[in-house]
């Protein structure tokens, strides 16, 4: 029996001669808000409020539907009853757009919320669309400008369940899915695990294997036009600076203060 070839396998065999080549200049604004994700936002002193201050991109939060409820935690055993995705982040994000006349930032960045489901797919995305249907409209980035973006991760409905959600949500693309044109719509941004391509820890200089296989990968998803980032990623300036000259868009991270302070002043 063949083996399925993904359709990111089968633009990264095509394209592994090329890896040596500059990238193809998928972003080359360096800032917070072009590159900065906030890993386990919820994790922060500050949920929102640290990450939001620097103008960061995107924003990770990890969601448990308990008893009707979406609580911020990574696992039940964590569950706080004052830690909800509204108070947490939703209403927080209507405070700051409050302030500046329906924008997120001041200058107009923009914002992701990468919502990381650790719940069914189903009933935690239904309970997702139930909460947000009065407030629809600061998600539709389709009509509102100054939108945020929703994308899902974690549990994810099949792709071919996507269209069966509002299409306020998009969905994080994974390596190992052959996704159809019209579901490829719905993929803003492929995430991976980093140790899928490179045991590095960004305390040394990478080495030439490691570099090659993690911009074969990145310049595949760019080619499809979708932004990339690694999760369980080295989280130091050296690794920030050899992501950025490899092309990754999102940078993870747990330190949003650092990385913005290096994205300030990082040149090529």
Do not use: C
Request: hydrophobic share 40%; proline share 5%.
């Amino acid at each position: 029996m063949k083996r399925k070839i993904s359709l990111i396998q089968k633009i990264s065999l095509i394209h592994v001669f090329l890896v040596m080549l500059v990238p193809i200049g998928f972003a080359q604004n360096y800032s917070a808000s072009s590159h900065g994700h906030s890993h386990n936002d919820y994790l922060q002193d500050r949920p929102f409020f640290e990450a939001a201050q620097y103008s960061f991109g995107s924003i990770e939060i990890d969601v448990i539907l308990q008893k009707g409820e979406l609580y911020v935690a990574h696992e039940k055993e964590s569950i706080d009853p004052t830690r909800t995705i509204k108070s947490l982040y939703l209403d927080p994000l209507m405070k700051q757009q409050a302030e500046h006349d329906g924008a997120v930032y001041r200058d107009g960045e923009r914002l992701q919320f990468l919502i990381d489901l650790k719940s069914e797919a189903e009933p935690t995305l239904r309970a997702l669309e139930t909460l947000l249907k009065p407030i629809r409209e600061l998600f539709d980035i389709m009509d509102n400008p100054n939108a945020v973006r929703i994308v899902i991760s974690g549990n994810m409905p099949d792709p071919s369940d996507f269209r069966k959600y509002d299409e306020i949500f998009y969905f994080d693309g994974r390596s190992n899915l052959d996704y159809t044109s019209e579901q490829l719509d719905r993929v803003p941004i492929f995430s991976a695990p980093f140790n899928q391509f490179a045991q590095w820890k960004g305390e040394e200089p990478i080495s030439a294997e490691d570099y090659s296989k993690v911009k074969t990968f990145t310049d595949s998803v760019h080619r499809l036009k979708k932004k990339v980032r690694f999760w369980g990623s080295p989280d130091t300036e050296l690794a920030w600076k050899i992501f950025l000259e490899i092309g990754v868009d999102y940078l993870n991270t747990d330190s949003p203060a650092q990385l913005a302070s290096f994205l300030e002043a990082y040149r090529d």
